[in-house]
Antibody, heavy 116, light 107 residues
Framework: QVQLQESGPGLVKPSGTLSLTCAVS?????????WTWVRQPPGKGLEWIGE???????NYNPSLKSRVTISVDKSKNQFSLKLSSVTAADTAVYYC?????????WGQGTLVTVSS | SSELTQDPAVSVALGQTVRITCQGD??????ASWYQQKPGQAPVLVVF???NRPSGIPDRFSGSSSGNTASLTITGAQAEDEADYYC???????????FGTGTKVTV
């Protein structure tokens, strides 16, 4: 059973960089799957952020592309998200998930608040 | 267009059938997947592909597609099916994913 666990600071200052890591267990990040980040502002819907393959290939949401970097660390079986120049609008629960055409395994999510 | 549009809310009587729809140009090319989300919890995959359910998802959940519209049907809705439901697919270019606007189902 694949499990994903997000970790990182729960509070980020405006104009700063949000950094999160997703640890994968029960499976290899080098499998034939893409790995993805999704976020959900309080009381709102889901927004896809981007995806990465173990080779390092990435795709990003065009609306966030200029601020997003997703990377993979195969040695630690994890992948990471960096979102720069954050504002209050980036306050959300951030989820990581595995993609097998569909998003079949999800982390529990972590709330990141952007505030001074 | 990269948008997937869903009705904001639907209600269904206990034991009755409800259909949730998702409209978007990309659905002419890609199947939708459907996610159930209860308050304070992560989304859970309930239907994907032509009409597939992950292990552990009751067979009262089913999916279908026609043209630019994908549908999730709950046949014999139960109280525990009360949740938000989101559709998802690749955008029409295939370069990124998009989620639907979400439907709140009240049983």
């Amino acid at each position: 059973q694949v499990q994903l666990q997000e970790s990182g600071p729960g509070l980020v200052k405006p104009s700063g960089t949000l950094s999160l890591t997703c640890a994968v267990s029960g499976g290899s990040i080098s499998s034939s799957n893409w790995w993805t980040w999704v976020r959900q502002p309080p009381g709102k819907g889901l927004e896809w952020i981007g995806e990465i393959y173990h080779s390092g290939s990435t795709n990003y949401n065009p609306s966030l592309k200029s601020r997003v970097t997703i990377s993979v660390d195969k040695s630690k079986n994890q992948f990471s998200l960096k979102l720069s120049s954050v504002t209050a609008a980036d306050t959300a629960v951030y989820y990581c998930a595995r993609i097998a055409t569909e998003f079949d395994y999800w982390g529990q999510g972590t709330l990141v608040t952007v505030s001074s | 267009s990269s948008e997937l549009t869903q009705d904001p809310a639907v209600s269904v009587a206990l034991g009755q059938t409800v259909r949730i729809t998702c409209q978007g140009d990309s659905l002419r090319r890609y199947y939708a997947s459907w996610y159930q989300q209860k308050p304070g919890q992560a989304p859970v995959l309930v239907v994907f592909g032509k009409n597939n359910r992950p292990s552990g998802i009751p067979d009262r959940f089913s999916g279908s597609s026609s043209g630019n519209t994908a549908s999730l049907t709950i046949t014999g809705a139960q109280a525990e099916d009360e949740a938000d439901y989101y559709c998802n697919s690749r955008d029409i270019s295939g370069n990124f994913y998009v989620f639907g606007t979400g439907t709140k189902v009240t049983v």
